[in-house]
């Protein structure tokens, strides 16, 4: 592989620091995610649980940074990929822990959620301009026929898409200034 990152193999050594740092990070985006979660009825939680995710990409430069400046001169491709790498162990760290949260610890509180939202009259309103044909009673069941494992698979999906602007935004500022300071 070369040693700007462009090469297709990833070298065992970047998929491990990948991995050790995705742990990191995956269990701060499990953090982000529970305090929005009880965010809900605490405002402060909320604020607290977007602080925790804006942290986390903080996190990931400096581990790309890092891991440019003491183990390989990577440019913005190869900060990129190790930034992406990164970001899919995160995920994966994450969606295990939505799904054991959904199995385990929810207990209806979204499906509770999720019927409040039904009876929100400007809710409703804004569903009917969307979906002109369906009525409480179609979007109850639809609601309800919604399985672990597709709300497992949809938080997934959505990790994955949060991991590729974040790689993005990692990437680039990494591969910025000169590989000879350290950050922070």
Request: charged share 10%; net charge positive.
């Amino acid at each position: 592989m070369n040693q700007d990152g462009t090469g297709k193999e990833i070298p065992r050594g970047r998929l491990d620091y990948a991995g050790r740092c995705g742990l990191l990070i995956g269990g701060m985006w499990t953090a982000s995610f529970m305090l929005s979660v009880y965010g809900k009825t605490h405002p402060l939680l909320a604020c607290a649980g977007n602080a925790m995710a804006l942290l986390s990409l903080y996190v990931l430069y400096l581990a790309v940074f890092r891991y440019r400046v003491l183990v390989a001169p990577l440019r913005f491709p190869g900060c990129c990929k190790t930034a992406w790498i990164t970001c899919v162990f995160a995920g994966l760290v994450t969606t295990l822990a939505q799904y054991l949260y959904f199995r385990f610890l929810d207990g209806g509180r979204l499906s509770l959620a999720m019927a409040e939202l039904l009876h929100n009259e400007q809710y409703m309103q804004a569903m009917r301009q969307m979906m002109p044909g369906v009525t409480t009673d179609d979007l109850t069941r639809m609601l309800g026929s919604i399985s672990i494992g597709d709300m497992t698979l949809s938080m997934w999906m959505l990790n994955l898409m949060i991991s590729f602007p974040m790689s993005l935004i990692a990437g680039i500022f990494a591969s910025l200034g000169n590989a000879g300071r350290n950050p922070g």
